[in-house]
């Protein structure tokens, strides 16, 4: 696998990164044993850069617990992987003012201590609508003046937001929710690839199969669990999934044509944006896909060797215009978090 550089913390991670979410945020929890395989599974491969949350799964078996437990027992991986936690969510609500920000990292220390592993980057999983951009950035540069990481992030942010944090302090990466299923950091009224290729600042993104779409493994609604959390969403309800097989329909028929999968199809086609960027600088695009298969881990992995040519993009051009993805990202609650 190739690999990329974090400017920003000089941290060289491998071009596809891993998804902590699912090992802890479900109701049935994995075993060790199971968890454990998956993670060695993905550092196998080279997929460093591990993202987690303080709020992916109760306080008492997190993303934060699972890695004090994988550290401890596999203490010589520490140094191989680039963590990134999510946190600052207070109740529903995000909390990105200073206080917020402490008390959220202490929390997530306090589950992690350093002498185990260093959170290498931390981020307020969304903003607090309103609330001066230029403190919450102030608030990370001064928890990185004082060791307690070594860099922060910022998630579901416009091009605007990004440079006015990067003044105050430089950012390391940029989380999005990017993938065929969901173009918008792309777009020029977003601005956040823009900004991110004029910064030198990676995009991390997340749900790059399309919240599992386009894998092709969900073909009716009945293929989601009962309690899938995906049910809530706009895109997931009895009238509107239907509309949006098409375009699973659309990538499994490239896949099918290449002889690999959608979710590499999926995957390959985030790979390749620097290579197709419209705009002024240099862009870096790190997938961050999730599982807790082996099987699924490698064939993610696997998406780094899809060759991505001039009429496999001439053919994604022509599927997105004619093929619309319909309905909101989240619920309207959550959507007012986004993009800001």
Known sequence: MRTLTIPAINATVGEVGYG????????????????????????????????????????????????????????????????????????????????????????????????????????????????????????????????????????EVRGETIRRAHKVHPVSVVEVELSLWATEPLEKQNEAAEACAELGVPMV????????????????????????????????????????????????KLATKKQVTGAQVAIAWVLARPHHFKFAGQLTVIPIPGSTSEKRILENAGACEVEWTEEDEREVGRILSEVEVVGMRYPEVSMKYCSQ
């Open 20 to 155: 902590l979410m699912g090992l802890t945020w479900r109701p049935d929890p994995l075993s060790e044993e199971h968890a454990f395989k998956a993670m060695k599974t993905a550092l196998a491969q080279g997929c460093n850069l591990w993202n987690g949350g303080e709020f992916y799964g109760p306080p008492e078996h997190n993303s934060l617990t699972l890695l004090n437990t994988y550290f401890t027992k596999y203490p010589e991986d520490a140094d191989k992987i680039v963590l990134t936690i999510k946190g600052c969510v207070s109740g529903n609500d995000p909390d990105s003012s200073p206080t917020g920000i402490r008390a959220s990292l202490e929390r997530c220390l306090a589950q992690l201590p350093p002498s185990v592993k260093t959170i290498d980057i931390f981020e307020p999983a969304r903003l607090t609508p309103g609330f001066p951009i230029e403190d919450t950035a102030a608030a990370f540069a001064e928890l990185i003046r004082e060791g307690k990481i070594k860099g922060y992030s910022l998630s």
């Open 205 to 252: 993104a997340y749900s790059p199969i399309g919240q599992g779409m386009l894998s092709g493994d969900i073909k009716s609604l009945d293929d989601l669990p009962p309690d899938d959390m995906r049910r809530h969403f706009p895109r997931f309800t009895p009238e509107i999934f239907p509309l949006n097989l098409k375009l699973v329909d659309e990538v499994q």
